[in-house]
């Protein structure tokens, strides 16, 4: 998986702090949606793809709208995706 899988474990309370600070004007305040995909149902997704979604969408689909979070360390997206995986 890549070594930002084994550092230490994922918050999902922290995650959810930065997930309403860079991904709730698009996706809402739940994931739902309005307007961009909906994340509800992202409990059983690969880590590691959320992980690489979240770093540089254009990776996985290069059309993607969303935008690079360059700003984010790799444990905060680690921690987004645990709050992700909880939703």
């Excluded at 969303?66 to 905060?76: I, S, T, V, Y």
């Amino acid at each position: 998986m890549g070594r930002w899988a084994r550092a230490l474990p994922a918050d999902s309370v922290r995650g959810h702090t930065l997930f309403a600070q860079y991904c709730q004007h698009c996706h809402g305040e739940r994931g739902l949606g309005s307007g961009c995909p909906d994340l509800s149902g992202l409990r059983e997704a690969e880590t590691q793809f959320l992980y690489v979604w979240i770093a540089n969408p254009q990776m996985i689909n290069p059309s993607s709208p969303m935008p690079r979070l360059d700003q984010l360390k790799p444990d905060e997206i680690r921690d987004i995706v645990a709050y992700l995986k909880s939703m």
